[in-house]
Structures are given as structure tokens and as C-alpha cells.
């Protein structure tokens, strides 16, 4: 009876102690976790990513500087900028929106650039520059050939370059038949076609569209 009393007694103490020790711990705080997008896989540089290119791995808020993507949307279409691999977390330094060495500022996805040497009767007394809009119209060489006027309108101007290389605007009088004076158009596919076909065969006479 004696020794069944110590060994409660015993049981008693240690879980007193076991008690002691626990309401005794230093609290340990609460850490608030964010999901940051990382590569789901090895990604070559130059690839566009996909939904099926990343996944998300959480990480203590404020672990990472403010550039770091959280949301699936803000990457999604970006351009890897080195080769990637799986488990890099991403941030504005490892993407990007256009190829590197691409620089046609302002064009959508798909645009067909194209650089044609502007006539000096296109100048038009007009201030020609980047986003101004024109229509082209490809007529027959030839009066006898008896074929319609093919016309590309509303096309925009991504850019002049006016005799002497240097980018701007066309101004009044500074276009001159020796000067070959390049225009950069913005086409779809099927413009640039036409107007391939058009340099070859017929004349191109530009009028240059009035803004409101």
C-alpha cells in the first residue's frame, strides 16, 4: 500500500512539473504566410509562361522585397528573361513583357512592322510621326492596265525616320525625293501582303488622316 501511495505521489510530481514547464514556454507568435509564385518547372529563357508553368510556395509575409509575384494573373504572358528552374520564386527582375532586344514600344502582339521609303508627295505638308494614321492607296502603274485601286486604310505610323536616320517626326518641307525618308507601318498579316505585293507592282501614294 506504501509503495502504490509513492508511486502516485511520484506520477503527481511529474505531471506538476510537465504542467509547470508548459505554462512556463516562451509564446511563440503567430507568423502570417503569403503563396508567391515559383516555377513549376525547368523554364528556358525567351518562353512565354503558361498557367501549367508555375506553382505556388509559401513563404512568412514580407520575406520577400514587394517585386515578387503573389498572383497567377501578374505572370501569366510574361517572358522568362534567363533560363528558370523549378522552384525559383519570381520577381520583376527574372520576367519580362517583350523578347530581350525587342524594343517596338506601343505594338500589340501580332503586329506586322513595316518600313517603306515615304514619297515626298506623301509629306503632305503634314507633321508626320509615330501614331499617326493613314490610308494607302496601291494604283496600276501603268494607266492602261485596267485594274482597281487597292487601299489599306486607317494604318498606323509606328514610326519616322526622316533623311539622316534619326527618329522624330517628318515636318513640312524636310521631305524631298532625295532624302528617302522611311516610314515604319503597323499591319496585320494579310496588309502586310498586299502592300509586299503593291512596292512590287504598283504605285503607293499615302493620305494622311486628320485627327480630331
Do not use: H
Not at 508553368?53 to 509575384?69: N, R
Not at 515636318?171 to 498579316?189: D, F, K, M, N, Q
Amino acid at each position: 500500500m506504501k509503495r502504490t501511495k509513492q508511486i502516485a505521489l511520484a506520477i503527481m510530481i511529474t505531471a506538476c512539473v510537465l504542467l509547470l514547464v508548459w505554462m512556463c514556454r516562451p509564446a511563440r507568435a503567430d507568423i502570417d504566410y503569403t503563396r508567391y509564385v515559383a516555377a513549376a518547372r525547368s523554364i528556358d529563357a525567351g518562353k512565354r509562361l503558361e498557367a501549367e508553368d508555375i506553382v505556388f510556395i509559401e513563404m512568412p509575409t514580407g520575406s520577400l522585397p514587394a517585386d515578387y509575384y503573389t498572383s497567377p494573373d501578374q505572370v501569366i504572358g510574361l517572358i522568362a528573361a534567363i533560363d528558370l528552374s523549378e522552384g525559383d520564386l519570381l520577381g520583376s527582375n527574372l520576367l519580362q513583357t517583350r523578347p530581350q532586344g525587342l524594343n517596338y514600344p506601343f505594338q500589340t502582339a501580332g503586329t506586322r512592322l513595316m518600313t517603306i521609303e515615304l514619297p515626298a508627295g506623301s509629306a503632305n505638308g503634314y507633321w508626320l510621326a509615330s501614331g499617326s494614321k493613314v490610308d494607302i492607296d496601291m494604283i496600276a502603274r501603268s494607266a492602261d492596265e485596267e485594274q482597281p485601286v487597292i487601299s489599306l486604310e486607317n494604318i498606323e505610323v509606328a514610326a519616322v525616320l526622316p533623311a539622316g536616320g534619326i527618329g522624330g517626326t517628318v515636318e513640312p518641307g524636310t521631305v524631298t525625293g532625295s532624302g528617302r525618308s522611311l516610314i515604319c507601318l503597323a499591319l496585320s498579316r494579310a496588309e502586310a501582303l498586299q502592300l509586299a505585293d503593291g512596292l512590287a507592282n504598283r504605285q503607293i501614294c499615302l493620305s494622311v488622316i486628320c485627327p480630331d
